[in-house]
C-alpha cells in the first residue's frame, strides 16, 4: 500500500567553508607579536601564554589568512592550500 506521508526532505547539513587555505601556527616559533591577531581576529587569538592559537579555520578569506601569516615576524604561522596540499607560505 502506497503512503500518504509526504517524502521527507533530506537534512541538509551545511560546513561554512570560506576559501581553501588551512593555517597552522609552530608553537615554538611564535614571540607572541600579534599580528596574526589585529589581521585575522577571527581566525588567530593569543592563549594565555601569549601564543597564537587558531579559533577557527573559516572566520577570514584565503586573502586575509595568508596576509595575516605574512605578518608573522617569525614565520611561524604555515598556509596549506588544501586542494592541491602545496604549501603557500612560507615559500
Ligand atoms: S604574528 Fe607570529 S609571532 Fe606574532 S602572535 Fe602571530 S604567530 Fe605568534
Given at each position: 500500500m502506497p503512503s500518504t506521508?509526504?517524502?521527507?526532505?533530506p537534512a541538509v547539513v551545511q560546513t561554512k567553508?570560506?576559501?581553501?587555505y588551512k593555517v597552522e601556527v609552530?608553537?615554538?616559533k611564535c614571540i607572541?607579536?600579534?599580528s596574526c591577531v589585529a589581521i585575522a581576529p577571527k581566525v588567530f587569538d593569543l592563549d594565555e601564554e601569549g601564543i597564537a592559537i587558531i579559533l577557527s579555520q573559516d572566520g577570514e578569506d584565503d586573502e586575509t589568512?595568508?596576509?595575516?601569516?605574512?605578518?608573522?615576524?617569525?614565520?611561524a604561522i604555515i598556509v596549506t592550500d588544501t586542494e592541491t596540499g602545496e604549501q603557500v607560505w612560507p615559500r
Open positions: 506521508q509526504p517524502k521527507k526532505k567553508q570560506i576559501g581553501k609552530i608553537n615554538e607572541s607579536a600579534a589568512k595568508l596576509l595575516a601569516a605574512q605578518s608573522c615576524p617569525t614565520a
